[in-house]
């Protein structure tokens, strides 16, 4: 008894060993700095530690530093012990820094501001994740290491999409200190596109007055949600200001968008005379709602208004770059124009792209007038037109990354397969699918060598960025909360910022991982992020469903229709594996459900599809089993879809759905669903929600009907075979 006593306490002294190991003294950063070495010194931050700062430069950090650590007021001359301490060493590089932690002091020697800021952020690092609750309590202890560090790539941006959904200026805000916690240093701003424009103009007042909303009575169409309600927002001058100041202090650059000359609707909507002059027979909504969403190229008075308007846009943001768009233009609409045509064979060209060249050439030199160097996605930097000055954002793949660097180009980094964060993350989780599927692990496995670039090229790339477009934030409970976005980019944004840094931690996914969760995952919870948590991997074997746990979270299951919540505690046996979902969960932060594939296997019983509405020849309904099936026109209120099954279906769930399953567009927005036991009488049973309509364990049925309530915005509607699952 004695020996199995001691036994038992020497495991429980060395598990207390391991657990105060990883909670005190492990260093573990992201980015990974470039070179770090750990001893055994400590520094113990008091209330009674100084902060020395001996240059007006670094003054704004110093203010930054305080909202976090209660310590005092900086000075000019440090002490003999118990300070932080701020300098600048001009023979380092703007944002490399040297950190250095001793039993006496911490400090902080950087090339210039940005290296300072990037201190601060590795310090913080080092500290209790209380942090950044802006309420730790002192004392704390910082673990003693000597850091040099600097970013391999000067550009490390991550781009916000508020013109298809608009996210207030306290969320902006917040997302900036988000971003600045991992060491990304610019903020692309995505203020216009179709769906609104989201910055005060006040030469031209009714661009955001009007333009900044949709839906109701605005002279812009709903999209994506909320079909019976005028929504939106846009950004004063005063309120672009504050943000462009808070994010210099936090070493954040922010580039604002203006998206020319497509996705120009809202715009055009507000301003329609700025569209090509030919007869539109482009009608949406019925047949009264212009969709052109192009600036005509050779109407002079367009670039009168356009410089009027960039001038203010220019003079709110001290940045040198200032995106302008230049992707999908729809040429169609330029080729129908008498204008365009004529300017086309008057300079003996056929090709549209000969137009956007112009057309970017003229914008570029308005923004040259103004201090600013262009930057353009992709499809604009293959005229020969685009000044070299310009930065290209790849973002449809690495080989049109090679293309822009192959033409000369100073290339930001950011296919949409690696780096594109509205993407779902897993075929059953919420979000986009045409840019592909895929989590973390896959962007942060990006590989320059691997993907087949050389080291002239990689020397031409200027940095990384990964954007987030809102299309799916509105139906996933956006425009109030932005607790979708955060799930959707972090711990992505994690990946992204060791990229942007180099990899200088050699890049191995296991020792990344390990950093992330352990001791990432407190940091982002106290930062207050919705974060995703990996999920556990789901095992079957010979009547055994197991679970096999990824990082230090909890695992939780519910068997499918239940609520109640169990949490794993080994291993099942059961002949239906498909009945559990299972997930982890860390401090309250989710990964999503998984489970085994039985769990998501559907049936597709003989049925026939018919409609009120025109169906579209090229995509008709016969053939919905294959592919989604789509209308000539969108709906009126009272137009039905029928879905006739030829044997009643039993099933434990059933979804019907119009209109994109990941996006909520083409859908009958209002309107509800009904079933029928005998193909006659129907029953109403469920409303439609972004166009999709849920059964869960309903009774047999021989026909279900979809019912519109309103006339729907939009050109069609697309209509989706039922995914129906059977009984267990």
């Given at each position: 008894?004695?020996?199995?006593?001691?036994?038992?306490?020497?495991?429980?002294?060395?598990?207390?060993?391991?657990t105060t190991s990883n909670q005190t003294n492990e260093v573990a950063i992201i980015p990974q700095p470039l070179s770090l070495s750990q001893h055994n010194n400590t520094f113990t931050i008091t209330p009674n530690s100084v902060l020395v700062c001996n240059t007006n430069e670094l003054t704004p950090i110093?203010?930054?530093?305080?909202?976090?650590?209660?310590?005092?007021?900086?000075?000019?001359?440090?002490?003999?012990?118990?300070?932080?301490?701020?300098?600048?060493?001009?023979?380092?590089?703007?944002?490399?820094?040297h950190l250095a932690v001793s039993n006496k002091s911490v400090q902080i020697v950087a090339g210039g501001y940005g290296g300072a800021f990037n201190g601060v952020?590795?310090?913080?690092?080092?500290?209790?994740?209380?942090?950044?609750?802006?309420?730790?309590?002192?004392?704390?202890?910082?673990?003693?290491?000597?850091?040099?560090?600097?970013?391999?790539?000067?550009?490390?941006?991550?781009?916000?999409?508020?013109?298809?959904?608009?996210?207030?200026?306290?969320?902006?805000?917040?997302?900036?200190?988000?971003?600045?916690?991992?060491?990304?240093?610019?903020?692309?701003?995505?203020?216009?596109?179709n769906q609104g424009w989201r910055i005060e103009i006040k030469s031209h007042p009714?661009?955001?007055?009007?333009?900044?909303?949709?839906?109701?009575?605005?002279?812009?169409?709903?999209?994506?949600?909320?079909?019976?309600?005028?929504y939106g927002g846009f950004y004063t001058q005063e309120e672009i200001k504050e943000v462009v100041a808070y994010a210099a202090v936090r070493n954040i650059e922010v580039i604002p968008e203006i998206d020319l000359p497509g996705h120009s609707e809202a715009l055009a909507r507000i301003y329609p005379e700025v569209l090509c002059r030919y007869t539109n027979d482009e009608l949406d909504v019925n047949g009264n709602y212009d969709n052109r969403n192009?600036?005509?190229?050779?109407?002079?008075?367009?670039?009168?208004?356009?410089?009027?308007?960039?001038?203010?846009?220019?003079?709110?943001?001290?940045?040198?770059?200032?995106?302008?768009?230049?992707?999908?233009?729809?040429?169609?609409?330029?080729?129908?124009?008498?204008?365009?045509?004529?300017?086309?064979?008057?300079?003996?060209?056929?090709?549209?792209?000969?137009?956007?060249?112009?057309?970017?050439?003229?914008?570029?030199?308005?923004?040259?007038?103004?201090?600013?160097?262009?930057?353009?996605?992709?499809?604009?930097?293959?005229?020969?037109?685009?000044?070299?000055?310009?930065?290209?954002?790849?973002?449809?793949?690495?080989?049109?990354?090679k293309q822009v660097m192959a033409a000369g180009y100073r290339t930001i980094f950011m296919p949409q397969q690696f780096f594109y964060f509205d993407m779902r993350q897993s075929k059953h989780e919420p979000g986009a699918v045409w840019g592909g599927c895929f989590d973390i692990r896959k962007t942060y496995s990006f590989d320059f060598v691997k993907e087949g670039f050389t080291p002239e090229e990689i020397a031409t790339v200027e940095g990384f960025e990964a954007p987030y477009w809102s299309e799916a934030f509105l139906s996933q409970g956006g425009d109030?909360?932005?607790?979708?976005?955060?799930?959707?980019?972090?711990?992505?944004?994690?990946?992204?910022?060791?990229?942007?840094w180099g990899k200088n931690g050699g890049g191995e996914w296991a020792e990344f991982q390990h950093r992330l969760a352990s001791r990432h995952y407190d940091r982002m919870s106290d930062m207050g992020l919705n974060f995703r948590v990996t999920p556990?991997?789901?095992?079957?074997?010979?009547?055994?469903?197991?679970?096999?746990?990824?990082?230090?979270?909890?695992?939780?299951?519910?068997?499918?229709?239940?609520?109640?919540?169990?949490r794993y505690k080994g291993v099942i046996s059961t002949t239906q594996p498909g009945k559990y979902l299972f997930w982890s969960e860390y401090r309250g932060h989710k990964s999503p459900e998984v489970a085994h594939p039985s769990q998501y296997h559907t049936i597709k019983p003989k049925m026939t599809l018919t409609s009120s509405l025109p169906e579209n020849p090229k995509r008709g309904f016969a053939t919905v089993a294959e592919r989604d099936a789509r209308t000539l026109r969108t709906c009126h209120k009272g137009d039905w879809i029928l879905f006739e099954f030829e044997e009643p279906v039993e099933c434990r769930k059933a979804e019907f759905f119009t209109g994109g399953y990941a996006v909520a567009s083409r859908t009958i927005q209002v309107g509800y669903l009904e079933i029928s036991e005998d193909g006659k009488n129907f029953e109403r049973v469920a409303d439609l929600e972004y166009g999709v309509a849920t059964l869960v364990n309903p009774k047999p049925f021989k026909a279900a009907r979809i019912v519109s309530e309103t006339t729907a915005v939009g050109s069609s509607i697309n209509i989706g075979y039922p995914k129906i699952y059977p009984k267990w």
């Open positions: 008894m004695k020996r199995l006593l001691l036994a038992i306490a020497v495991i429980f002294a060395v598990a207390c060993s391991k110093v203010g930054y530093v305080q909202e976090y650590l209660a310590v005092k007021g900086a000075v000019e001359s440090a002490p003999s012990e118990n300070f932080i301490s701020l300098a600048l060493d001009k023979s380092l590089a703007e944002e490399e820094y952020q590795t310090l913080f690092q080092l500290l209790p994740s209380e942090v950044y609750t802006k309420q730790m309590r002192l004392p704390a202890v910082v673990q003693g290491c000597d850091v040099k560090d600097k970013p391999k790539f000067a550009y490390r941006g991550f781009m916000l999409d508020v013109a298809r959904t608009f996210m207030e200026k306290e969320n902006v805000l917040r997302y900036i200190d988000y971003i600045a916690y991992h060491k990304i240093n610019k903020f692309h701003w995505h203020l216009t596109d009714r661009l955001a007055k009007e333009g900044g909303f949709r839906g109701g009575d605005s002279s812009i169409r709903a999209s994506y949600g909320k079909w019976n309600e005028k192009v600036v005509c190229a050779t109407k002079e008075s367009n670039y009168k208004l356009l410089e009027e308007i960039l001038a203010e846009v220019c003079a709110l943001f001290p940045s040198k770059h200032f995106h302008i768009g230049g992707d999908e233009v729809n040429m169609s609409q330029w080729k129908k124009c008498p204008d365009c045509s004529a300017w086309l064979k008057k300079h003996g060209y056929t090709d549209g792209y000969k137009l956007e060249d112009m057309f970017i050439s003229r914008i570029q030199a308005i923004l040259a007038k103004y201090g600013k160097e262009p930057s353009v996605w992709n499809e604009a930097a293959f005229g020969g037109g685009l000044s070299k000055e310009a930065l290209v954002h790849g973002w449809k793949s690495p080989k049109v990354c109030k909360s932005i607790d979708f976005i955060e799930y959707q980019t972090f711990p992505r944004i994690c990946a992204l910022a060791e990229l942007g556990p991997e789901v095992h079957y074997e010979e009547g055994q469903l197991s679970i096999e746990k990824i990082d230090s979270s909890e695992v939780y299951y519910r068997e499918d229709g239940c609520k109640k919540v169990h």
